[in-house]
C-alpha cells in the first residue's frame, strides 16, 4: 500500500509542478475538462477534483462528454455521471454528428477531432469557462513532434498553455509531464471505470504509427521520452536553420 501511495504522491507531484511552472489555473476560475471516457480523460478528471481540494486556489469542475451520434458511439454515460457526480464535477453531455464530406481530402479522425473540439469551445463559451482541460500526456506530446517533423515538416508540438480567441480561452494539458504507461498504472490502481469508443476509422490514426517508434527510440536511449520532452523547451535557435 505504501507502495502505491509514493506513486500517487509522484503522480500529483509532477502534475502540481506543471500546475504551478505554467500557471494553469487562477482563483475562482471555472475548468471545462474534455471528457471522453477514456484513461486519460479519466486520470485527468480524478487528479483534478483531488487537486481541488488541496491547492490553495480555488476553482470548479465541470466535464463534457461529445457523442457522436452518426458514427454509433456509444458508452455508457451512467458510468460518466457517476464518476463526476462522486468527484464534485458537473457533467454536460452534447450529440453532434459529423460531416465527413466537407473535406473529404481529409483524414476523418482528423474531422471528427476539429468537430469535437470546435464542441468543447461552445460548452466552454456558455458556462463561462476560461480553461478547457485536455488529457493530453507527454507521450502525446512526443508523438504529436515526430508527426509533425515527419509529415509536416515543421518543429511544433501540443502546447501545455495555449492561448485562444484573445485570451478568452486557454487549452491546457495537466498531464503534459506524465508518461503514458504511469497513466495506464493510475487508472488501474484507482479501479477507475474505462470505456471505449468503438470507431470504425480509429484504425487511420497517424499517432498510433508514432506508438513503435517512440518504443523502438527508447531502446536506444532509455531516456528517450525525458530527453525529447525536455529539449522542447530548450531549443537552441541560433543553430536552426
Known amino acids: 500500500m505504501s507502495e502505491n501511495n509514493s506513486f500517487f504522491r509522484k503522480i500529483h507531484k509532477i502534475t502540481g509542478r506543471t500546475l504551478y511552472d505554467y500557471n494553469l489555473i487562477d482563483e475562482n476560475d471555472k475548468?471545462?475538462?474534455?471528457?471522453?471516457?477514456?484513461?486519460?480523460?479519466?486520470a485527468l478528471?480524478?487528479?483534478?477534483?483531488e487537486k481541488r481540494r488541496h491547492l490553495p486556489v480555488k476553482f470548479s469542475l465541470f466535464a463534457c462528454y461529445v457523442e457522436l451520434e452518426s458514427l454509433g458511439h456509444k458508452i455508457d454515460t451512467d458510468i460518466l455521471q457517476e464518476f463526476c457526480d462522486d468527484r464534485g464535477i458537473t457533467l454536460i453531455i452534447k450529440k453532434i454528428s459529423p460531416?465527413?464530406?466537407?473535406?473529404?481530402?481529409?483524414?476523418?479522425?482528423?474531422?471528427?477531432?476539429?468537430y469535437r473540439r470546435k464542441t468543447l469551445f461552445s460548452v466552454a463559451r456558455e458556462i463561462g469557462a476560461k480553461k478547457l482541460a485536455l488529457g493530453h500526456h507527454m507521450d502525446?506530446?512526443?508523438?504529436?513532434?515526430?508527426?509533425?517533423?515527419?509529415?509536416?515538416?515543421?518543429?511544433?508540438?501540443?502546447?501545455?498553455k495555449l492561448s485562444l480567441f484573445g485570451g478568452e480561452l486557454f487549452i491546457i494539458?495537466?498531464?503534459a509531464g506524465i508518461k503514458?504507461?504511469?497513466?495506464?498504472?493510475?487508472?488501474?490502481?484507482?479501479?477507475?471505470?474505462?470505456?471505449?469508443?468503438?470507431?470504425?476509422?480509429?484504425?487511420?490514426?497517424a499517432r498510433q504509427a508514432m506508438k513503435p517508434v517512440i518504443d523502438d527510440l527508447t531502446k536506444l536511449n532509455p531516456h528517450f521520452r525525458d530527453s525529447i520532452f525536455k529539449s522542447l523547451s530548450n531549443v537552441k535557435s541560433e543553430y536552426m536553420l
Open 140 to 160: 502525446d506530446i512526443i508523438a504529436t513532434f515526430l508527426m509533425n517533423i515527419t509529415f509536416r515538416g515543421n518543429i511544433s508540438t501540443m502546447p501545455i
Open 99 to 114: 460531416d465527413f464530406t466537407i473535406d473529404p481530402d481529409k483524414d476523418k479522425c482528423f474531422i471528427c477531432s476539429w
Open 45 to 49: 478528471a480524478d487528479i483534478l477534483a
Open 180 to 205: 503514458e504507461e504511469a497513466i495506464i498504472k493510475y487508472t488501474e490502481l484507482k479501479n477507475l471505470k474505462l470505456q471505449r469508443e468503438n470507431c470504425s476509422h480509429g484504425k487511420t490514426k
Open 31 to 42: 475548468i471545462l475538462i474534455g471528457l471522453s471516457g477514456s484513461k486519460d480523460s479519466m
Open 173 to 175: 494539458r495537466p498531464l
